[in-house]
């Protein structure tokens, strides 16, 4: 508080107001009236009168700008809490008051479309009853309208199938005369016919007379043809062997008669077609009758062993199976001794060939095969196998000893010459056995008794066709 507040409190009561205006706001200030001092001289009292006032009106100013100045910052002050809190209200509760709104507009939306869904299916539900109703009603009209016109149309088709009734009526009302005319003509030209008919029967007898004569003479004529080919297969292969005869005497003069070591040596004499022939063992000092093989590939093959149709019985002995039986022509088996013997002397391949119940034909092919001796009951050995020589890695026949019913020499505890039948180079009677049983078409499955090649995973137990045994000198 300044001097002249203090003096103005002090001087009494009475006041004495001050308006400003700053702006558009005007201020009113209300001061205590100074009393002034009693002059000592008018002048002099004048002077100090009006430096008071001056004095009091610079400090009532002054006063004035520092209140204004307060209120301007306590306003600016305001201001700023109230933008504060202007921002406060907008970042804390504006999200709030968004997510209300949408929620209500949600609300109100989900109402709506409430209500215009159960508008919809209670329209959509009349609108079926009344497509019902119309289809009920359309259903009978439709039908009677489809039976009426399938009654009409039937009606057309009748009358039309009538009107060409009757014409075909007329027409045969005028054709009747023409047939009885015809009829007639037939019957005078029957009876001429008929006379001609007898004519013809008695000719037709002579000529069946004449062609089974001539039937006959085709007959004779078709024996007389395969006699002259057979005749001249037969002069062909005299002549044959009478030149190689002739040669034969030519290179040893004093050779009586021919001796072939085996069927290589015969084609090489000349011989080129399949065939029976005689092979001399020198050994045994015996001539041997053969069937050789005839390879266009080069090589003849000799056969040890032949099935085909089961007229040969190969459950047989050991003597049997070792001097050989059968006819070379057909089923036979060739001897071991006579094998060991030739198998000795020289090197030899072996090829087995099959064909099984279905007609598929296989083969197994070994380049070096041979016989032991007696001694050593006959054992087989083979060497660099091809073919169906194997089953998932085992060989099907394998380098064993030879086994009849009387002379058991397998790997078994048992007979496998008893059980499986037949003389063969059984192991623990195995895979293979080409001596068995020959079973005819339509009973060879099945049979483990049977010509066993042991191929295949699928029905290996079945018998074969067919098999054949050959050999041939293995060619260096």
Same mark, same amino acid.
């Given at each position: 508080?300044?001097?002249?507040?203090?003096?103005?409190?002090?001087?009494? =009561?009475?006041?004495?107001?001050?308006?400003?205006?700053?702006?558009?706001?005007?201020?009113?200030?209300?001061?205590?009236?100074?009393?002034?001092?009693?002059?000592?001289?008018?002048?002099?009292?004048?002077?100090?009168?009006?430096?008071? !006032?001056?004095?009091?009106?610079?400090?009532?100013?002054?006063?004035?700008?520092?209140?204004?100045?307060?209120?301007?910052?306590?306003?600016?002050? =305001?201001?700023?809490?109230?933008?504060?809190?202007? @921002?406060?209200?907008?970042?804390?509760?504006?999200?709030?008051?968004?997510?209300?709104?949408?929620?209500?507009?949600?609300?109100?939306?989900?109402?709506?479309?409430?209500?215009?869904?159960?508008?919809?299916?209670?329209?959509?539900?009349?609108?079926?009853?009344?497509?019902?109703?119309?289809?009920?009603?359309?259903?009978?009209?439709?039908?009677?309208?489809?039976?009426?016109?399938?009654?009409?149309?039937?009606?057309?088709?009748?009358?039309?199938? %009538?009107? !060409?009734?009757?014409?075909?009526?007329?027409?045969?009302?005028?054709?009747?005369?023409?047939? @009885?005319?015809?009829?007639?003509?037939?019957?005078?030209?029957?009876?001429? $016919?008929?006379? !001609?008919?007898?004519?013809?029967?008695?000719?037709?007898?002579?000529?069946?007379?004449?062609?089974?004569?001539?039937?006959?003479?085709?007959?004779?004529?078709? *024996? %007389?043809? =395969?006699?002259?080919?057979?005749?001249?297969?037969?002069?062909?292969?005299?002549?044959?062997?009478?030149? %190689?005869?002739?040669?034969?005497?030519?290179?040893? #003069?004093?050779?009586?008669?021919?001796?072939? $070591?085996?069927? @290589?040596?015969?084609?090489?004499?000349?011989?080129?077609?399949?065939?029976?022939?005689?092979?001399?063992? #020198?050994?045994?000092? $015996?001539?041997?009758?053969?069937?050789?093989?005839?390879?266009? =590939?080069?090589?003849?093959?000799?056969?040890?062993?032949?099935?085909?149709?089961?007229?040969?019985?190969? /459950?047989?002995?050991? @003597?049997?199976?070792?001097?050989?039986?059968?006819? #070379?022509?057909?089923?036979?088996?060739?001897?071991?001794?006579?094998?060991? $013997?030739?198998?000795?002397?020289?090197?030899?391949?072996?090829?087995? !060939?099959?064909?099984?119940? /279905?007609?598929?034909?296989?083969?197994?092919?070994?380049?070096?095969?041979?016989?032991?001796?007696?001694?050593?009951?006959?054992?087989?050995?083979?060497?660099?196998?091809?073919?169906?020589?194997?089953?998932?890695?085992?060989?099907?026949?394998?380098?064993?000893?030879?086994?009849?019913?009387? *002379?058991?020499?397998?790997?078994?505890?048992?007979?496998?010459?008893?059980?499986?039948?037949?003389?063969?180079?059984?192991?623990?009677?195995?895979?293979?056995?080409?001596?068995?049983?020959?079973?005819? *078409?339509?009973?060879?499955?099945?049979?483990?008794?049977?010509?066993?090649?042991?191929?295949?995973?699928?029905?290996?137990?079945?018998?074969?066709?067919?098999?054949?045994?050959?050999?041939?000198?293995?060619?260096?």
């Amino acid at each position: 508080m300044t001097a002249a507040q203090k003096k103005g409190q002090q001087a009494g =009561s009475s006041m004495v107001a001050y308006q400003f205006k700053r702006g558009q706001c005007s201020y009113t200030f209300r001061v205590p009236h100074l009393q002034c001092c009693s002059p000592k001289s008018t002048t002099l009292g004048a002077s100090n009168s009006t430096q008071q !006032e001056d004095s009091f009106m610079m400090q009532m100013r002054l006063l004035f700008d520092r209140q204004t100045e307060k209120l301007e910052n306590a306003l600016r002050n =305001s201001t700023q809490r109230l933008e504060q809190l202007k @921002e406060y209200i907008r970042t804390t509760l504006g999200s709030e008051l968004q997510q209300a709104q949408k929620n209500i507009v949600q609300n109100h939306t989900t109402s709506i479309l409430q209500l215009g869904t159960s508008l919809l299916k209670e329209i959509k539900a009349q609108t079926l009853k009344l497509m019902d109703t119309q289809a009920q009603v359309r259903n009978p009209m439709s039908h009677t309208e489809h039976r009426v016109l399938e009654a009409l149309q039937t009606t057309d088709k009748l009358e039309k199938q %009538l009107e !060409e009734q009757r014409v075909r009526l007329k027409q045969l009302h005028s054709s009747n005369s023409d047939l @009885e005319t015809r009829l007639h003509t037939l019957e005078t030209d029957q009876e001429a $016919q008929l006379v !001609e008919l007898d004519d013809m029967r008695q000719l037709r007898e002579e000529l069946g007379q004449q062609l089974e004569s001539l039937s006959h003479i085709s007959q004779d004529l078709k *024996a %007389l043809n =395969s006699s002259r080919s057979i005749l001249y297969q037969q002069q062909e292969q005299l002549k044959q062997s009478l030149q %190689l005869l002739k040669r034969l005497i030519e290179q040893s #003069p004093d050779a009586n008669v021919l001796k072939f $070591q085996d069927c @290589e040596a015969v084609r090489r004499f000349g011989f080129h077609n399949d065939g029976v022939y005689t092979i001399f063992l #020198p050994f045994l000092k $015996q001539f041997k009758r053969v069937f050789c093989v005839m390879d266009p =590939s080069g090589g003849a093959w000799t056969v040890i062993q032949h099935r085909e149709n089961g007229k040969v019985n190969f /459950d047989r002995n050991w @003597e049997d199976y070792k001097q050989g039986f059968g006819d #070379p022509a057909g089923e036979h088996w060739l001897g071991n001794e006579a094998v060991y $013997q030739l198998t000795s002397s020289t090197n030899y391949s072996l090829r087995v !060939e099959m064909e099984d119940g /279905d007609g598929s034909k296989f083969y197994a092919n070994f380049e070096h095969f041979k016989l032991y001796s007696e001694k050593q009951y006959y054992r087989i050995f083979l060497d660099k196998d091809s073919g169906v020589s194997s089953r998932n890695g085992l060989l099907i026949l394998k380098n064993n000893k030879f086994s009849t019913r009387d *002379a058991d020499h397998d790997n078994c505890g048992c007979n496998c010459s008893e059980i499986m039948s037949g003389g063969w180079w059984f192991d623990a009677c195995g895979m293979s056995n080409l001596n068995g049983i020959y079973y005819q *078409a339509g009973q060879h499955r099945r049979k483990i008794d049977g010509i066993r090649w042991d191929h295949a995973s699928s029905d290996s137990v079945s018998s074969l066709r067919t098999s054949r045994m050959m050999m041939r000198p293995l060619h260096n």
